[in-house]
């Protein structure tokens, strides 16, 4: 099956920092998303991105389909940006399952 | 605007015994709805995802099973729980490619 790889696994910024997180994936997909789960363990959509670029304030995230990976930015980080990111994936005809990395643990200090 | 229940929101039983926790969508008519599993520390396992009323599809056997009463309930359940049933169990819907999270049981399983 589809193997998705994030990195790095673990983050540690200060407050205003600048970061990007990877995610690799095997195959070819046409679903790709980005959430953010906070400390309290509830799950948020950030991006739907099987390709190109896309901005929402601080964060961006770019998908290179062609090559199989994907990019989250997160610009002048917030302590409230702490929790862990996934990217998660899905295969065309697949009813919109998706599969999830492993995820990347963000915390960032004051 | 959509919502998305669980419940309850935490939950310790001994081995042996049965688990019934729900799932409701409020808002939209015809979701796709999803069954999650997070162990500790780890990325998102999907169990079992709906398409309509009665017709569920498991990505995963185990001793767990899933039913879909009504259009928008969607119910995980166990005759026997084991130890390794305990996790983060989290429901999702989707009407297309973005899938939208609960707020998630934790389950102990002692």
């Known amino acids: 099956g589809i193997q998705v790889e994030q990195s790095p696994p673990d983050l540690i910024l200060q407050e205003g920092a600048n970061s990007t997180l990877r995610c690799n994936f095997s195959d070819s997909v046409n679903n790709l998303q980005w959430f953010h789960q906070n400390p309290w363990g509830q799950l948020i959509n950030l991006f739907y991105?099987?390709?190109g670029t896309k901005q929402n304030g601080r964060l961006s995230a770019t998908t290179v389909a062609t090559e199989r990976y994907s990019l989250l930015y997160i610009s002048s980080s917030q302590t409230t940006d702490s929790g862990v990111y996934f990217c998660?994936?899905?295969?065309?005809?697949?009813?919109?399952?998706?599969?999830f990395g492993a995820g990347t643990r963000l915390a960032v200090h004051p | 605007s959509q919502t998305i229940h669980q419940w309850p929101a935490t939950l310790v039983q001994p081995v042996g015994s049965p688990l019934s926790l729900e799932c409701t969508v409020e808002?939209?008519?015809?979701?796709?709805l999803y069954w999650y599993r997070q162990a500790a520390g780890r990325g998102l396992q999907l169990l079992f995802y709906s398409i309509g009323i009665d017709q569920i599809s498991s990505e995963v056997p185990q001793n767990l099973s899933a039913s879909r009463p009504q259009d928008r309930q969607f119910i995980l359940s166990s005759k026997k729980l084991l130890l390794s049933d305990s996790g983060f169990y989290l429901c999702a819907w989707s009407l297309t490619e973005t899938q939208y999270f609960g707020p998630g049981t934790r389950l102990l399983v002692l």
């Open positions: 808002g939209t008519s015809n979701p796709n």
């Open positions: 991105i099987p390709s």
């Open positions: 998660a994936v899905g295969l065309s005809g697949g009813y919109n399952k998706l599969i």
